[in-house]
C-alpha cells in the first residue's frame, strides 16, 4: 500500500486520535489487511503509542494483519444459517482450499472467513466468493464453486 | 435545493412534492433491502428501468427502488401502486410482462403468491397472509419509499412530527409524552426511554449526545439495519426529536462494517437532510442546531454493550467497563449521553405524530406498541415481521410464518440471541411481552430462530458458546474461562464422551458467571444453556446415558462391537 494514500485517509480525520478505528477501517477497507508500515505510520501522526494500535487492530475482528489470499470466502454461519446445515458447508470448504476460518492459505490462494449473519436468511446457508454470492448452499454445489474460482 | 429556513417552507415544499405526484400513475416498488440485493435485484431494477424506456412509457409508469418490503422468502418482489398488486419472486426475465400487464391494467397469475395452505392465488400485499397477520407501524411504508429520496419521505408525511414538536411543543411536553406512550428500550432490556430522556434533559452541560445502536451483531438478527436502510429518514427525524427534547448538540449512528449497504442509505440520507437544512445550524430558523454522523464499529459483538459502544466510538478498544455512572450523566466523551436501540428511535416519529394516546392502545398492559423481528431458521416465510405488544408467539411463528418446512416439525424459537433462550413448542402462546419474556428466563431481542427436528439443541447451546468464547473481550476471568471450559464440556458432550455429573457442573459454572461476570455478555452467556436445560434435558441425556444425537447432528462414535 502507498503510505502516502494512509497519509491522506489520517487526514482526512484531521489526525484525532479518536478516529483510530474510523482510520484503520478505511485502511483496511482499501488494502484489505494492515501493514506494519501504515500501522507505524497511524501511530506516529495520532501519536498513539504503537502497542495501542496494534491493541485495537488485533481486537476488532474486521482487521486482519496478514495478507489476503487471491480468493476471498465468506460463509454465514449465522444462527439461522447454523440450523440449515452451514456447518458443514464450512467442513467442505476447509478441506477443499486447505485453509482454516479466519487463515489464508500458504500459496495466497485462498482467504476464508465466517460472518455471523450477512442478512440474507431467506437463502440460507449463504456463501459469498469474491464478493459474489451462492444461496441455498450445499456441501456439493460448494465444493464445485471453489473449484471454479480457481479456474477462473 | 436552497436551505429551507422555517416550517412554512418544509410544508410548501412537502405541497409541490405532493402535487407534482399523480396518485394514479402506476409505480413498480421493487425490494432493494440487503437480502433482495444478493438476488441480484440490481439487474431487475435496471432492467424495469431499461423496459420502460425502450417501450417509451417514462412519464406513464414510475419505477422505485425500496428498501427491504419484508417478505424475504419470496423476494425480489414487486408491487404495483395505486392497486399494491403484489408479484413475487421476480425475475428480469418477467419484466416486459410485467409491464405490459401495468401498462394495459392486466394481472399476471403466475406471479402472484400462492396461499400455500389453500392453493389460491393472493393479489393485494395486504391480503397475503404474511403481511395481512401483522400491525405495520413502521414497516407499513417502506414500500412507499425510496431510502435515497428524501421527497419519497416528504410524500409520506415525514418530518411532520418534527414539525409539530418544532411548533407546539417544548422539550418537557415531548418528554411526557414519550412517557405516556411508555415506548421501552427496544434492544431488549425494556428500559422506559421516556425517563432515560428526562435524566438527559437535566443533566446540565453545553454538549451532549445522542446515539442510535444499529449494531445489531446477533447471529441471524437482521431486523435493525434493514429498518435503517429502508427509511434513513425515520431515524434522522427520530433523532431531531430527541436532540430537541433533550437538547442535545451531536448525533451519532452505530452501525455494523458487515452492512455496507445500510451504511451507503444512511450516509446519503444524511447529506440530504443537511442539504435541506433539516440537519445542521438553526434548523428550519429555530434554536435548534444539531448534526448526525455514522460511526462504523470495527466488527464485535461486544460493541453492542454500551460502556464497549463508548469506548469504540471514542477510538478506544471496545471492551466492556463495570457501570458506575449513568451514561445520561457521564456518558460519550464524559458528557451526558442518550443511548437508545435503532428500533426505539424509528418509533419516536410515530408516536409524536399519532400522539401517545393512539400508541398505547396497541400492545399490553406495560408493553405498548410493535415489536419488529427477524425471523429466519428453519421456517417457511423468512422475513422481516412487525407483531403488536401482546400477540402469540405461535401466531407469529404459524400464521405469520406459515409453520415448518415441508415434512418438518417445529422443535422450539429461539429468542433473544445468543444470550436469550429458548421457547419450547407446546409453550409458544407466550406473547410478545418484555416483563413475561423476563418471567421466562428470556429477553425480548430482535431475532426470532426458528429450530426444527432437524437441529440439534445441544449443538445449538454449543454453536452459542463458541460465538460468545470467540466474541467475548477477554477481560473477565468468569466471562473468559467460564465459557472456555463449557465448550470443553459441550464438545465432550457431542462427541459421546459425556459423563452424568457434566449437566451439574455446566450449571454450576453458569450460576457463577451469571454474579461475576463484568458486563451483560458474561452474565447473559449461559442463558441458552440453562434454558435447553430446562425444556430439553432429555435431549443432553440422550447424548450423555445413550451416546445418541437425536438429531442426528453430533458426530457420535459408533457403538462398540462386543
Not at chain 1, 446445515?85 to 478441506?95: E, L, N, S
Not at chain 2, 391480503?127 to 425510496?146: L, M, S
Not at chain 2, 430537541?244 to 451507503?264: R, S, W
Not at chain 2, 401482546?390 to 445468543?418: S, T
Amino acid at each position: 500500500m502507498d503510505i502516502k494514500r494512509v497519509d491522506q485517509i489520517i487526514e482526512k480525520y484531521q489526525g484525532k486520535d479518536s478516529a483510530l478505528i474510523q482510520i484503520l477501517l478505511e485502511i483496511q477497507n482499501e488494502n484489505h489487511w494492515l501493514p506494519k508500515e501504515a500501522l507505524e505510520k497511524v501511530s506516529e501522526c495520532l501519536q498513539v503509542p504503537l502497542s495501542k494500535v496494534m491493541n485495537t487492530a488485533t481486537f476488532h475482528k474486521t482487521f486482519s494483519l496478514i495478507p489476503e489470499g487471491q480468493h476471498e470466502i465468506h460463509i454465514c454461519n449465522g444462527s439461522s444459517c447454523h440450523v440449515r446445515g452451514a456447518q458443514r458447508i464450512i467442513d467442505t470448504v476447509v478441506q477443499a482450499t486447505g485453509t482454516l476460518p479466519g487463515e489464508t492459505d500458504e500459496n495466497l490462494r485462498y482467504s476464508l472467513k465466517t460472518t455471523t449473519c450477512m442478512g440474507c436468511c431467506a437463502a440460507g446457508p449463504v456463501m459469498m466468493v469474491d464478493g459474489g454470492y451462492h444461496n441455498n448452499m450445499e456441501p456439493e454445489k460448494a465444493e464445485e464453486i471453489i473449484k471454479q474460482s480457481d479456474k477462473g | 435545493m436552497p436551505i429551507l429556513k422555517s416550517v412554512f417552507e418544509l410544508e410548501e415544499l412537502r405541497k409541490k412534492i405532493l402535487s407534482d405526484k399523480d396518485r394514479n400513475i402506476p409505480c413498480i416498488a421493487i425490494c432493494g433491502g440487503t437480502g433482495c440485493h444478493n438476488q441480484g435485484n440490481q439487474r431487475l431494477v435496471q432492467a424495469f428501468l431499461n423496459e420502460v424506456k425502450i417501450k417509451k412509457l417514462q412519464p406513464r409508469i414510475h419505477i422505485r427502488e425500496t428498501g427491504c418490503q419484508g417478505f424475504c422468502e419470496q423476494g425480489p418482489m414487486a408491487v404495483i401502486f395505486p392497486q399494491k398488486i403484489c408479484y413475487v419472486k421476480v425475475t428480469v426475465e418477467d419484466v416486459p410482462e410485467i409491464v405490459a400487464g401495468v401498462n394495459n391494467n392486466k394481472i399476471i397469475e403466475r406471479l402472484l403468491y400462492t396461499n400455500p395452505s389453500t392453493g389460491e392465488k393472493i393479489i393485494h400485499e395486504d391480503d397475503i397472509p404474511f403481511y395481512k397477520n401483522q400491525t405495520r407501524f413502521i414497516g407499513g411504508d417502506f414500500n412507499k419509499i425510496d431510502p435515497n429520496s428524501i421527497e419519497d419521505y416528504l410524500a409520506t408525511g415525514g418530518y411532520s412530527a418534527f414539525v409539530k414538536v418544532l411548533q407546539m411543543m417544548t422539550p418537557e411536553q415531548v418528554i411526557g409524552e414519550v412517557k405516556k406512550s411508555n415506548i421501552r428500550g427496544r434492544s431488549g432490556n425494556g428500559f422506559a426511554a421516556g425517563r432515560k430522556w428526562e435524566a438527559c434533559l437535566k443533566a446540565e452541560a453545553e454538549t451532549k449526545y445522542i446515539i442510535c445502536n444499529c449494531h445489531e451483531g446477533d447471529p441471524g438478527a437482521f431486523v435493525d439495519r434493514r429498518m435503517l436502510e429502508a427509511n434513513p429518514h425515520g431515524v434522522i427525524e427520530g433523532m431531531l426529536i430527541g436532540a430537541f427534547a433533550m437538547k442535545a448538540t451531536e448525533g451519532f449512528i452505530f452501525v455494523g462494517d458487515e452492512f455496507p449497504l445500510t451504511v451507503h442509505n444512511t450516509e446519503t440520507a444524511i447529506k440530504q437532510a443537511e442539504e435541506f437544512g433539516l440537519l445542521g445550524k438553526n434548523i428550519l430558523g429555530s434554536e435548534l442546531s444539531f448534526t448526525v454522523k455514522v460511526t462504523i464499529d470495527g466488527g464485535n459483538y461486544v460493541c453492542g454493550e454500551s460502556t464497549a459502544l463508548t469506548a469504540s466510538m471514542e477510538g478506544r478498544v471496545g471492551e466492556p467497563i463495570a457501570k458506575y455512572d449513568h451514561a445520561t450523566e457521564h456518558g460519550l466523551w464524559a458528557k451526558p449521553t442518550d443511548l437508545n436501540n435503532l428500533q426505539t428511535w424509528a418509533n419516536i416519529p410515530f408516536i409524536l405524530r399519532k400522539g401517545a394516546d393512539e400508541y398505547i392502545k396497541t400492545g399490553t398492559e406495560r408493553s405498548k406498541g410493535t415489536r419488529s423481528f427477524s425471523l429466519s431458521g428453519a421456517i417457511r416465510n423468512t422475513g422481516i415481521v412487525e407483531a403488536p405488544m401482546g400477540m402469540p408467539f405461535r401466531k407469529i411463528v404459524y400464521d405469520i410464518g406459515g409453520g415448518p418446512r415441508e415434512g418438518r416439525k417445529i422443535k422450539a424459537l429461539q429468542v433473544g440471541g445468543p444470550m436469550g433462550g429458548f421457547i419450547p413448542e407446546n409453550q409458544l402462546d407466550i406473547t410478545v411481552d418484555f416483563d413475561e419474556l423476563t418471567k421466562a428466563g428470556l429477553t425480548l431481542g430482535p431475532g426470532l430462530i426458528a429450530i426444527d427436528d432437524n437441529a440439534c439443541i445441544v449443538d445449538m447451546v454449543k454453536y452459542f458458546f463458541a460465538f460468545l468464547s470467540n466474541e467475548s473481550c477477554g477481560k473477565c476471568t468468569p466471562c473468559r474461562e467460564g465459557l472456555r471450559q463449557m465448550i470443553k464440556i459441550m464438545n465432550r458432550i457431542t462427541e459421546g464422551k459425556g459423563k452424568k455429573a457434566d449437566l451439574e457442573l455446566l450449571e454450576a459454572i453458569a450460576k457463577v458467571q451469571k454474579s461475576a461476570a463484568l458486563c451483560a455478555l458474561g452474565k447473559g452467556a449461559s442463558n441458552t444453556l440453562l434454558s435447553a436445560l430446562k425444556n430439553f434435558r432429555e435431549e443432553f441425556e440422550a447424548h450423555i446415558e445413550s451416546k445418541q444425537c437425536p438429531a442426528g447432528v453430533c458426530k457420535m462414535p459408533l457403538p462398540a462391537a462386543n
